[in-house]
């Protein structure tokens, strides 16, 4: 894989792991959705720990990713906000279906991008893990599927391309 690619899958992992981090709290969503969601956050530091050192540094402590890849990943999710501007109305951006949408499109990226580079078993680990967690999140948002769909195509038409 390029170093692009490379940038771009881990760019996309850590705002997926934003995003499920939204259905991992008990007062969102019950006990099954909040364990896939922390199954998700799981794979998202696996599949970004695989790429290399230089992504995960230490601080003090705790180990967090990297200034550069924080930056990179905020103009990954200004681009997904901006795509969602386009087909939601800005009161919907406050919904679960939007940050369902940012599950679906960096799923459909990630999928995309392993696929036409072949990356490592952590990132299709990560595919599959965030497949199941997309099915919960669209099982109860059966209504607003099809819109959430035209964002995260949107979406990895840009990111992915």
Same mark, same amino acid.
């Given at each position: 894989?390029t +170093? ?5 899958l881990?760019?996309? &992992?850590?705002v997926l792991?934003? *995003? /499920? ?10 006990w +099954?959705?909040?364990?896939q969601a922390?199954r998700?956050?799981k794979?998202? #530091?696996? &599949? #970004? ?5 230089s992504? #995960?540094?230490?601080?003090? =402590?705790?180990? =967090?990713?990297? $200034? &550069? !890849?924080?930056?990179?990943a905020?103009r990954t !999710?200004? $681009?997904?906000?901006?795509?969602a501007?386009?087909h939601m *109305? %800005? %009161?919907?951006?406050?919904t679960?279906?939007?940050?369902? /949408?940012?599950v679906?499109?960096c799923h459909? *990226? #990630? $999928?995309? !991008?392993?696929? +036409?580079?072949g *990356?490592? +078993? =952590?990132?299709?680990k990560l595919?599959s893990?965030?497949?199941?967690? !997309?099915?919960m999140?669209?099982h109860d948002? =059966?209504a607003?599927?099809?819109l959430?769909? %035209?964002? &995260?195509e949107?979406?990895?038409e840009r990111c992915a391309a």
């Amino acid at each position: 894989m390029t +170093k692009r690619t490379t940038g771009q899958l881990v760019s996309l &992992a850590y705002v997926l792991h934003g *995003a /499920a981090e939204s259905f991992a709290s008990p007062e969102v969503s019950g006990w +099954k959705l909040r364990r896939q969601a922390e199954r998700v956050m799981k794979n998202c #530091i696996n &599949a #970004i720990g695989s790429v290399g050192s230089s992504v #995960i540094v230490d601080r003090g =402590e705790h180990r =967090e990713v990297s $200034d &550069a !890849l924080k930056r990179q990943a905020q103009r990954t !999710l200004d $681009d997904f906000v901006g795509v969602a501007g386009l087909h939601m *109305a %800005r %009161r919907d951006f406050y919904t679960p279906s939007f940050v369902t /949408a940012r599950v679906m499109g960096c799923h459909l *990226a #990630i $999928d995309h !991008l392993t696929k +036409k580079h072949g *990356a490592g +078993k =952590e990132w299709r680990k990560l595919e599959s893990v965030t497949a199941t967690f !997309l099915t919960m999140l669209v099982h109860d948002q =059966e209504a607003e599927e099809g819109l959430m769909y %035209r964002v &995260a195509e949107s979406f990895t038409e840009r990111c992915a391309a």
